[in-house]
Structure formats: C-alpha cells, structure tokens
C-alpha cells in the first residue's frame, strides 16, 4: 500500500504522502516539528490540534484540514483516521484502509505516560 519515493512515503492508491520532505499536492502530517511538516504541499491533511501549529510555522494561508481522533474520511478509496501517538499534543498515527488491508504509519511516539489525555 505505500512506497518510498523521492517525494516521501506515497499510499498509490490513495495518491497522497505522510510526513514528505519534498511539495506533494496532498500531505498527510502527523505533527507539527519541522522534520516532519515541512512548507510548499498544496493540501495538508492533520490532526485538528496541529491545524494552528501548521499554520504558524508554515504560514497562515496554507490549505489545511483537520480530523479529530477516531473520525475518518475516505481518500480515493482508503479509508483514513488518526489516533494519539502521544509524542505531543496533537501528534497522530495514521491509519490506512483498503480493500481489507490496514497500514498505520507513525511519525514519532512516546512509550511514557505524561498525564495528558491524548483526546
């Protein structure tokens, strides 16, 4: 379901990219540290907590949108939802479905618990 490319980490047949390191028309971010949302993507697509940080350090006109743990939406026929990475507020693993297979990428994780509540 997903490749490296020169881009990033592409799901073919969701035609979008997680976490890439070079303009992709949509990107999937699971948080917002520079390493891991980067500027210049034509859509980006993240938890709703890392909406603001996005679009402070990238800029205020970018176009992004934000999911809410749990929620999920489909992409070209994957079905998509995040759910808490605990790395910081907001930080997600993404979980992709298709035709019956499941991928989750994580960016970055915490294994201790800090007393936040993820949701």
Same mark, same amino acid.
């Given at each position: 379901m997903i490749q490296f490319t020169s881009k990033g980490i592409y799901c073919i047949p969701g035609k979008f990219y997680l976490d890439p390191?070079? &303009?992709?028309?949509l990107a999937i971010i699971t948080h917002g540290h520079a390493d891991h949302a980067r500027p210049g993507m034509k859509k980006y697509l993240c938890h709703h907590f890392t909406v603001g940080i996005l679009k402070s350090r990238i800029g205020p006109d970018i176009q992004v949108e934000g999911l809410a743990y749990n929620e999920s939406i489909h992409i070209n026929g994957v079905k998509i939802?995040? =759910? &808490?990475?605990? =790395?910081?507020?907001?930080?997600?693993?993404?979980?992709?479905?298709?035709?019956?297979?499941?991928?989750?990428?994580?960016?970055?994780?915490?294994?201790?618990?800090?007393?936040?509540?993820?949701i």
């Open positions: 390191w070079q &303009p992709v028309d939802s995040l =759910h &808490p990475a605990g =790395h910081i507020i907001g930080s997600a693993q993404i979980r992709m479905e298709y035709r019956g297979k499941v991928t989750v990428f994580t960016g970055d994780y915490k294994l201790q618990d800090d007393g936040l509540d993820p």
